[in-house]
């Protein structure tokens, strides 16, 4: 039952993280047009394609634990979501805020999606089943 919890919250992460992709590409596209410079604009843009395709990628880890639990999914679940909140959180808050220093988090970021898709990739790679 807990495992079933935990698949279940990891699907719903990925369908929030892609629903708030959504709106940020529409807020960029629409309200920050006229604020930000179009660099700015491009890297906010950025945040929410890499948001929307890892939110996708926690879907996608859901179904297949539902298939095949097992912790080094979770493990991939993780990696991704601390990704998201890395990656496209730094570059969200570096475009509304002009806080330069926060581009030295966006790497961090990067290498726990690096991280995440590795795992998920040899944990089927590795599999016995």
Known sequence: MAKTNIIN????LGA???FI???AGAF???GLKNIL???YINTFKTAADYQMIHGIGLILIGILSKQNPGRYNTTAAIFMFIGIILFSGSLYTLTL???RWLGIITPFGGLCFLIAWLTLGFNYLLNKN
């Open 9 to 12: 919250l990891i699907i719903a």
């Open 16 to 18: 929030f993280n892609a």
């Open 21 to 23: 992709a959504v709106a």
């Open 28 to 30: 960029a596209a629409h």
């Open 37 to 39: 410079s179009p660099e």
């Open 97 to 99: 805020t002009g806080t």
